[in-house]
């Protein structure tokens, strides 16, 4: 087995700052995922990679950056919180894509001031 | 078009009772359905997935779905329902997108098992 952690599981930040989330997955898989999940919504992907050094955007990459610098692990970044801002983001990968079946994080809960 | 349409937000049974959560996908081309389980403050879990065969598919913890090509549908159900069944449930469509393979949410079910 294996697992996927985030970092933090909680991040409570200001408007217009700069937030970092981070994944780390010990499955080897090659392929992770960002998604955001609003509540009483389901999840939309933000970006996924298929590889290390390697970013394909989502549906919802506006207004964020995505870095994966090593196999394992996978960064999102929100470049400008907006105010009142409240979303739980989830990581996940897979072995490789297809119809893989996805792991997922536990998340880390966001909130804007 | 890809999309998934879970029509219930919210469905609350008595422990015991049998269990239907609806879902109703659309998809240009062969659709990979699966269900997930949210339980609070936690990840998403893999509940079972259709690939293809048989429509009726088997997960874990007692659960069931079956897919139905004439009415786009991949229902949930389990027979007997349990207070730890409590969760948020998920429909989930893979399709593929620029070569590479996607998962499209539907907007989940929270179910509440009633004692």
Known sequence: ???????????????????????????????????????????????????????????????????????????????????NEMAVFLCASSIAGGQDTQYFGPGTRLLVL | AQSVTQPDARVTVSEGASLQLRCKYSSSGTPYLFWYVQYPRQGLQLLLKYYSGDPVVQGVNGFEAEFSKSNSSFHLRKASVHWSDSAVYFCVLSAWVSNYNVLYFGSGTKLTVEP
């Not at chain 1, 599981?9 to 200001?14: C, P, V």
């Not at chain 1, 990679?49 to 995505?66: C, F, P, R, V």
């Open chain 1, 1 to 83: 087995g294996g697992i996927i952690t985030q970092t933090p599981k909680f991040l409570i930040g200001q408007e217009g700052q700069k937030l970092t989330l981070k994944c780390q997955q010990n499955f080897n898989h090659d392929t992770m995922y960002w998604y955001r999940q609003d509540s009483g919504k389901g999840l939309r992907l933000i970006y996924y990679s298929i590889t290390e050094n390697d970013l394909q955007k989502g549906d919802l990459s506006e207004g964020y950056d995505a870095s994966r610098e090593k196999k394992s692990s996978f960064s999102l970044t929100v470049t400008s919180a907006q105010k």
